[in-house]
């Protein structure tokens, strides 16, 4: 018999209650535990057990980032001592290393030598360095049992050119494949093909790539499931796909958006879209109406303000009779500010043209409402219903990370038969002096002082919860945050009381750190979602 403390007093507990069970697990089962950690905190771990003090010498997964170390020094110290005291009787199947900027070149074959002596039991592996990229493709073609293969490589220095990517690189057993800053040769048909040779892929990631001496990337893939394109070259002006498995379609611009044809895209499920950038033009417009075309039978749709307001650029859209979306059970929208672009111009320009069919008075009103910072609105009227024409059941859910910033009142208004059914923050709502004041209003609402009372009736809200310290707030972060697409099947779950859409508006807080921590942590995000560009 024992007794311990609790917050009631002392309590008397048997034996059996007071029984160390995690030591009682079998080894088998630790190591499975363990291999969940990055290999410094399984390190950090196993000095809770004296039966533990070795364990991390086999764990069978290392996954090492230099963020991770208060210094560069204790990392590549730290990463030397695992590769040599590791129990060499234990082939690691997952190895990842991310170490953003130079590498040492002796540490870096060390690294490398590591991986070609195991390379028959590699089944994932993960490198993100500056180094010398023509070692690192050599030692990872050597690696031919893979099925996940994750490259970022970049050249020593400041060198911003792309990795070539070899096309005679053959692996037979790997499904995902997630590739950074590489460039793909194209053939005399002016035509990059650069993944025949993987035949079981069925996750493609491309970020910031490009094709050289060709104008159009073909990806041929019958096992093809998920497909995701962020942030690559404006050289890379066409994407052709002959995939007729493909169900998830993810896409992130940076300065141009790509056409998309090809076959087997009527198998595509959902679609997210994302944009942050705020110039555009007609092209882009048209390209975005091509994809609802391509993309027909799509049922979940994501995609940012900015993305609804370069496709209702496209003249006449909303006198076009859709002939798909026909299958849309959900529409999410994220908005996100606009403060100048073409995008911003171009937008003006389309308001005005619209004001100028009705009378020149209606014209003169807008340019002076333009003078006195009226902003197109972030959704544009009646892109929503254009959207949801053949689905006017589709559930539309609208979150943002800058409440504060949108006149979230008016949003609602402007998309007709739509219910607020579910108003949820993902965290507190942020004050008016954190976050820049940025009022998105309607032309039929230009006056400034409409502006000024949806903020005065806004400030209170926010102003009742309690302010709460950085260190009240870190266990909050980390939890993982519930997208909208969490909330989407609960709220399906509800009988639906008429024909009409729900509308969801789901507020976010931007973590505010140092804008050096801030670009790390961004990436290391990135780099743990292969589909998801989770900038945004």
């Known amino acids: ?23 009682d697990l079998p080894e088998c089962i630790i190591l499975h535990i363990l291999s969940f950690l990055s290999i410094q905190h399984a390190v950090q771990t196993c000095v809770l057990s004296t039966r533990w003090k070795h364990l991390w010498k086999r764990i069978p997964t290392i996954r090492l980032n230099s963020f991770q170390f208060r210094t560069l020094k204790i990392f590549s110290v730290f990463l030397s001592k695992i590769l040599s005291l590791r129990d060499t009787s234990t082939a690691p199947h997952t190895f990842d290393l991310f170490r953003h900027r130079d590498i040492e070149p002796r540490l870096l074959k060390k690294f490398l030598n590591y991986v070609f002596y195991h390379n028959t039991h590699l089944k994932h592996l993960g490198i993100s360095v500056n180094g010398d990229t023509a070692l690192i493709l050599s030692c990872v073609s050597s690696c031919r049992a893979l099925t996940s293969l994750k490259l970022s490589l970049h050249p020593r220095g400041r060198d911003p050119t792309e990795t070539l990517f070899p096309n005679s690189l053959n692996l037979p057993l790997l499904t995902s494949l997630d590739l950074t800053n590489f460039a793909f040769c194209g053939d005399e048909s002016g035509c990059a093909d650069p993944f025949l040779a993987f035949t079981k892929l069925n996750t493609l990631v491309l970020r910031c790539c490009k094709v050289m001496d060709a104008q159009i990337l073909s990806i041929s893939s019958h096992t093809l499931v998920n497909f995701a394109m962020h942030h690559n070259s404006s050289l890379l002006a066409k994407i052709k796909l002959y995939v007729p498995s493909l169900c998830t379609f993810n896409y992130t611009g940076n300065h141009h958006i790509h056409e998309i044809c090809g076959s087997g895209l009527s198998s595509v499920k959902k679609v997210n879209i994302k944009s942050r950038r705020f110039s555009a033009s007609m092209e882009d417009a048209l390209i975005l109406f091509s994809w609802l075309l391509n993309f027909a039978n799509i049922e979940s749709l994501t995609v940012t303000s900015t993305i609804l307001q370069i496709l209702s650029l496209n003249p006449d859209l909303f006198e076009v009779k859709l002939h798909s979306l026909h299958k849309l059970k959900s529409l999410k929208v994220k908005l996100i500010q606009i403060e100048e672009g073409s995008l911003l111009l171009l937008m003006e320009d389309a308001m005005l043209k619209k004001a100028a069919a009705k009378s020149p008075k209606e014209v003169e009103k807008l340019r002076e409402a333009f003078e006195t910072c009226l902003e197109p609105p972030a959704i544009p009227d009646g892109i929503v219903d254009f959207l949801r024409q053949n689905s006017p059941s589709a559930e539309v859910n609208i979150r943002t990370k800058y409440p504060s910033s949108f006149n979230l009142k008016q949003i609602e208004e402007s998309i007709k038969g739509a219910k607020i059914n579910d108003y949820r923050s993902r965290f507190s709502v942020p004050s008016s002096s954190k976050l820049p004041r940025l009022s998105l209003r309607s032309s039929s609402s230009v006056a400034p002082a409409s502006a000024d009372k949806s903020a005065s009736e806004a400030a209170p809200a926010s102003a009742t919860e ?9 266990p909050a972060s980390a939890e993982p945050a519930k997208s909208a697409s969490d909330a989407a099947p609960a709220s399906a779950a509800e009988p639906a009381k008429s024909a009409s859409p729900y509308l969801h508006l789901c507020l976010g807080e931007k973590d505010y750190k140092s804008s050096n921590k801030g670009e790390e942590e961004k990436h290391q995000h990135n780099t743990d979602s292969p589909l998801q560009d989770n900038e945004l």
């Open 466 to 474: 309690p302010a709460k310290s950085a260190s009240d707030a870190a």
């Open 1 to 23: 018999m024992a007794w311990i403390r609790t917050k009631f007093g002392r309590t008397r507990v048997s034996g059996d209650q007071n029984q160390d069970r995690l030591s």
